[in-house]
T-cell receptor, first 112, second 115 residues
Framework: GQNIDQPTEMTATEGAIVQINCTYQ??????LFWYQQHAGEAPTFLSY????GLEEKGRFSSFLSRSKGYSYLLLKELQMKDSASYLC?????????????FGGGTRVLVKP | ETGVTQTPRHLVMGMTNKKSLKCEQH?????MYWYKQSAKKPLELMFV???????ENNSVPSRFSPECPNSSHLFLHLHTLQPEDSALYLC??????????????FGPGTRLLVL
């Protein structure tokens, strides 16, 4: 089975940086996704990591360490519109097809 | 706009009602998913269809009945639900269902309340 942990809630100030951590245990890691979900809206894809290291996409970056079972999503130059839940999801090599297991999500509140 | 639409967006139903949720994807994908999202719980995968064939059924009660008439449409038929079934039901699609990790694209969800 899989276990995915991420903090429930984080608060940060507009213009600042926030790092959302995600730890996982899996029998056969095969990729990690980050999604953003605004209240009442669809989760939208942010990033995908399958190899160790940092992936940067504008203000958002995602890091992966497979040996530590650890990822983080880094949000820079925070804007009010970044207030949302951020979901970490892991694909297990031994799971059927494209099955993802999701963490509970981290609600980020950006304050002025 | 993710290319995945869901109707209705909100639904209130009694425990004896029968209703259906509809999902349509305009992305040309071959795999479609139903998820349940309850408050303070992770997304739970319910069903997966690949090329109109059900390939995953995650121990979901029979009061939830999926249907995939073609690769663009997915339904979730609901009957004799319980109040604890109240949740956000999300549909998603991906290019394929296979060995390679594929990005899943989600619809906006149907907020269901069972009274």
């Amino acid at each position: 089975g899989q276990n995915i942990d991420q903090p429930t809630e984080m608060t940060a100030t507009e213009g600042a940086i926030v790092q959302i951590n995600c730890t996982y245990q899996t029998s056969g890691f095969n990729g990690l996704f980050w999604y953003q979900q605004h209240a009442g809206e669809a989760p939208t894809f942010l990033s995908y990591n399958v190899l160790d290291g940092l992936e940067e996409k504008g203000r958002f970056s995602s890091f992966l360490s497979r040996s530590k079972g650890y990822s983080y999503l880094l949000l820079k130059e925070l804007q009010m519109k970044d207030s949302a839940s951020y979901l970490c999801a892991v694909r297990d090599l031994r799971a059927a097809g494209n099955k993802l297991t999701f963490g509970g999500g981290t609600r980020v509140l950006v304050k002025p | 706009e993710t290319g995945v639409t869901q109707t209705p967006r909100h639904l209130v139903m009694g425990m004896t009602n029968k209703k259906s949720l509809k999902c349509e994807q305009h992305l040309g994908h071959n795999a479609m998913y139903w998820y349940k999202q309850s408050a303070k719980k992770p997304l739970e995968l319910m069903f997966v269809y690949s090329l109109e064939e059900r390939v995953e059924n995650n121990s979901v009660p029979s009061r939830f009945s999926p249907e995939c008439p073609n690769s663009s449409h997915l339904f979730l038929h609901l009957h004799t639900l319980q109040p604890e079934d109240s949740a956000l039901y999300l549909c998603a699609s991906s290019q394929d269902w296979g060995r390679k990790a594929e990005t899943q694209y989600f619809g906006p969800g149907t907020r269901l309340l069972v009274l």
